[in-house]
């Protein structure tokens, strides 16, 4: 922690960063809390606004997320530790994931979660028999998959076959198997139909298809939602420079949208909520690497980085993020992009360890530090972190222009007895 009382300029001030010790990530904090308020003003301030950690569970970006205003949304036990670590009240998290197991509702009910979404019938008889077994009752909203498919650029979870939520068709139709049970109330729905989308029209379309879908569900169980969780698909940069989309007409949009399809929800219920990950987290990162080595092969640029899809974009491969063509800045040199149609490589002994195959890059030389901007979303988490065992890179985070943490993530195995159960909601010991 030898750097942590050091003055830095702000992350995005490339100049200062190649001091530090690398690979790294740098999260800046006073850039997520610039990303936090421009995504609070493009909706109704009527409504609320879920962080998903899946974008980024490092403790100081959930934590500054919460000072804002944010509240957790978690699907697995590490997140909701992440969330409740970062002082989140655990009656404010709504913990979501199309297959939980008994052991995590459990664990979440016992720290007082409250709020649960559910994809099945199945999902709703869980909530209701774990809740019942702790003397509580939760509050669940029902996740829909609606009729028509989203128009998202990234992941569409909505009007194809999939195991996000119950197909529209099958509430309208089978509404009795959708009611409350004793302990676990029916009491909103969830919608989200993809990720990434890139531009108002797109956002607003997506809302109104799910309002209508929540509409005609509503009246099917005769519900009165009390809360109405739309979702999001706020797109944002990836590994590429460039700053987040401005969204300056959304709030009005949504406001229109609401009162058209939910009349006189900002005096009563249903109360909105809005989720994102990648909007709030995208720009507030950049991951530093230091280069390798730089040669020819069969005439062609090869330029080897110590970080490779171990540490960055090794989801890109399962089409979880946009395909990886990342901007490579260099720390120092100007950016005069002279080694052109250039391998990209990282570390790792396997041929698909290559972020790029024709890069134009600047002139790099061995020890030279790049950095990639704009990978505070799905950087580190969504990475391929444990092929090969290399170390993780550093996390440093950054604020007000002072580093404040560093930490590394450990890959350490650890045995498990055969009945000792495990803190991850694991209680049997199964892994
Ligand atoms: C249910 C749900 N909520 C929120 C998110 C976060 O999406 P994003 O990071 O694109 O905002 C996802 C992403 O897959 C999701 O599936």
Redesign the pocket.
């Known amino acids: 922690m030898a750097e942590t009382s050091r003055q830095l300029a702000p992350a995005t001030d490339v100049a200062e960063l190649d001091l530090l010790e690398t690979p790294a990530y740098v999260y800046d904090l006073d850039e997520l809390r610039r990303s936090h308020a421009a995504l609070r003003a493009a909706i109704p301030p009527e409504t609320r606004l879920f962080y998903?950690l899946?974008?980024n569970p490092h403790p100081a970006v959930v934590r500054a997320l919460c000072s804002a205003g944010c509240s957790p949304?978690a699907c697995s036990p590490g997140e909701l530790e992440v969330a409740l670590a970062a002082g989140a009240s655990p009656d404010t998290i709504l913990y979501?994931g199309p297959g939980k197991r008994d052991g995590e509702v459990a664990a979440a009910l016992a720290a007082g979660v409250r709020w649960f979404s559910v994809d099945s019938p199945a999902g709703l008889d869980q909530v209701d028999r774990l809740a019942a077994s702790v003397g509580a009752t939760a509050q669940c909203l029902l996740r829909l998959n609606g009729r028509s498919a989203g128009t998202a650029q990234g992941?569409t979870?909505t009007g194809v076959a999939s195991q996000f939520g119950a197909d529209e068709t099958w509430v309208l139709s089978q509404p009795r198997q959708f009611s409350s049970r004793p302990r676990a109330e029916v009491a909103g729905f969830h919608l989200?139909t993809g990720?990434?989308l890139e531009s108002e029209a797109a956002l607003l379309a997506q809302f109104e298809a799910s309002l209508a879908t929540a509409r005609r569900a509503a009246r099917a169980l005769e519900v009165e939602p009390r809360l109405l969780d739309l979702?999001?698909?706020?797109g944002a940069p990836y590994a590429r420079a460039g700053a987040l989309l401005p969204l300056d007409g959304l709030a009005s949009g949504i406001a229109a949208l609401l009162g058209a399809w939910f009349p006189g929800w900002r005096r009563r219920q249903p109360l909105v909520a809005f989720?994102?990950?990648?909007?709030l987290t995208a720009t507030c990162g950049s991951l530093l690497a230091r280069v390798l080595d730089v040669k020819r092969s069969h005439g062609t640029p090869v330029v080897v980085l110590e970080s490779g899809i171990n540490h960055l974009g090794g989801m890109s491969g399962l089409r979880r993020l946009p395909p990886l063509v990342p901007d490579v800045q260099s720390v120092a040199a100007a950016d005069d992009s002279s080694l052109r149609g250039a391998i990209l490589a990282g570390p790792l002994c396997t041929p698909l360890d290559v972020w790029a195959r024709s890069a134009d890059l600047p002139d790099l030389e061995i020890g030279d530090v790049v950095r990639i901007p704009n990978v505070g979303?799905y950087g580190l988490c969504a990475s391929l972190l444990a092929f090969l065992s290399h170390p993780a890179p550093r996390e440093v985070v950054v604020d007000g222009g002072e580093i404040v943490d560093v930490s590394r993530l450990q890959l350490v195995r650890r045995g498990l007895e055969a009945s000792a159960g495990d803190a991850n909601g694991y209680p049997d010991g199964r892994q």
């Open positions: 998903s899946k974008a949304e979501t992941l979870m989200y990720s990434n979702g999001g698909g706020f989720e994102s990950g990648r909007y979303a």
